[in-house]
Every structure is written in C-alpha cells, then in structure tokens.
C-alpha cells in the first residue's frame, strides 16, 4: 500500500514536499514514479526514479524545478516542488513499477497511492 502526503495550497513561486510511504511491501527493487492529474485532464507523468536512486527522469514541464528522490530504509519516496506556478495545480499520485526501467505510461505501473491535492494561487 502506498500513501501520499505533504499536498496542500501555496502560492506561485512557493515549495512543497510530497512523500509517499510505503507499507506491506518493501519498494527498494521498485521504480517509483510521480504522476499528476488535473481537473479535466488526463493523468501525465511528473517523475520516476530507479531502485537504486542513481537515475531519475522528469517531465519537461518540471525539469529543473522537482527532485524526486527515495530513502529505501525508510520505504519511503519523495518529490521537492520548488518554483511552483498554477498550473502545477493537480493530485499528484506515486506509483510502483516492479520493471527496472522508468516508464512514462501509467499502465506500467502496478501499485497506486490515493492521491494528494496540490493547490498554486497565482
């Protein structure tokens, strides 16, 4: 089971961090990814990152401005928003794909967390 966390409202240029823990399973072999959807949208890849924590990919939309990263004894993912703006506006979900690779397609990915609002005011 996954559990997203750390959503909430800011305003344009401000920080979030969202967290996604991990229980009953160990996530240390899984890639972990970050996807979004916003109202009225389909769900994009946002951010995935290798088991090993040495290989991360993002969207061209938050490149330079998100860092996604893993504590694996923690079971634990994290994804560091800086620079928001309103269209960073969405739920964000993590994911877990048991392949080795970082796929942008969510079909890839076999475990869900529920979700976390995040809310930028302009």
């Known amino acids: 089971q996954l559990q997203a966390s750390g959503g909430g409202s800011v305003q344009a240029g401000g920080s979030l961090r969202l967290s996604c823990a991990a229980s009953?399973?160990?996530?240390?072999?899984?890639?972990m990814g970050w996807f979004r959807q916003a109202p009225g949208k389909e769900r994009e890849f946002v951010a995935g990152?290798?088991?090993?924590?040495?290989?991360?990919y993002y969207a061209e939309s938050v490149k330079g401005r998100f860092t996604i990263s893993r504590d694996n004894a923690k079971n634990t993912v994290y994804l560091q928003m800086n620079s928001l703006k309103p269209e960073d506006t969405a739920v964000y979900y993590c994911?877990?794909?048991?392949?080795?690779?970082?796929?942008?397609?969510?079909?890839?990915?076999?475990?869900w967390g529920q979700g976390t609002q995040v809310t930028v005011s302009s």
């Open positions: 990152i290798r088991w090993s924590g040495d290989v991360s």
């Open positions: 994911a877990a794909n048991s392949s080795p690779n970082i796929y942008l397609d969510e079909r890839a990915y076999n475990y």
């Open positions: 009953g399973r160990a996530i240390s072999s899984y890639v």
